[in-house]
């Protein structure tokens, strides 16, 4: 089984509905993030928890939300979706530390294909 | 503002050519460099890099950074029709735990 899932994997919407974008994981990493990748610009940072308590914007947070339901699930809404938030979005976790322990990798899922129309 | 860019931004070779990736950053609070490879699917790790001048490697590929300089460079060697794929460079800011990434470089081999 997958440790990091994303659902749903492609979704096409309208302009103006409202998405969720659901992410769980089975690491037990606190950290979780959300990105959106769109060709030639890499990866971009939306939102990031470092626990269930805590929230922070990313580069990029305008127009979307988070939910923290769980320490293993990080929800991911467009509250009116608009035709330039048509990206490939990943959900990661890490169980990053300030020690130097070295457990500096992020493990990505799958991604969700959104087209707003 | 933290930025990591990657260079070039595509790149076309044959099988069997060695090829170098460039990665360049000027961030305020650096942590570590990580890179990655992405096929049609995820991002998968390849290294993580946090000392100047010790190169990591594995099989084909290898890494190397220089803090000085603030740029690390990804080597692929004898390169394969399966090292296709954008490779993505990151840096981990250490104050904010955040993982600022580059455009990508998107490899192509031809046979």
């Known amino acids: 089984d997958a440790d990091v899932t994303q659902t749903p994997r492609n979704r096409i919407t309208k302009t103006g509905k409202r998405i969720m974008l659901e992410c769980s994981q089975t690491k037990g990493h606190d950290r979780m993030y959300w990105y959106r990748q769109d060709p030639g610009l890499g990866l971009r940072l939306i939102y990031y928890s470092f626990d269930v308590k805590d929230i922070n914007k990313g580069e990029i947070s305008d127009g979307y939300s988070v939910s923290r339901q769980a320490q293993a699930k990080f929800s991911l809404s467009l509250e009116s979706a608009i035709p330039n938030q048509t990206a490939l979005y990943f959900c990661a976790t890490s169980d990053f530390g300030f020690s130097g322990t070295g457990k500096e990798t992020q493990y990505f899922g799958p991604g969700t294909r959104l087209l707003v129309l | 503002e933290d930025k990591v860019v990657q260079s070039p931004l595509s790149l076309v070779v044959h099988e069997g050519d060695t090829v170098t990736l460039n990665c360049s950053y000027e961030v305020t609070n650096f942590r570590s460099l990580l890179w990655y490879k992405q096929e049609k699917k995820a991002p998968t790790f390849l290294f993580m890099l946090t000392s100047s001048g010790i190169e990591k490697k594995s099989g084909r590929l290898s890494s190397i950074l220089d803090k000085k300089e603030l740029f690390s460079i990804l080597n692929i060697t004898a390169t394969q029709t399966g090292d296709s794929a954008i490779y993505l460079c990151?840096?981990?800011?250490?104050?904010?735990?955040?993982?600022?990434f580059g455009q990508g470089t998107t490899l192509q081999v031809k046979p």
């Open positions: 990151a840096v981990y800011l250490g104050n904010t735990g955040k993982l600022i």
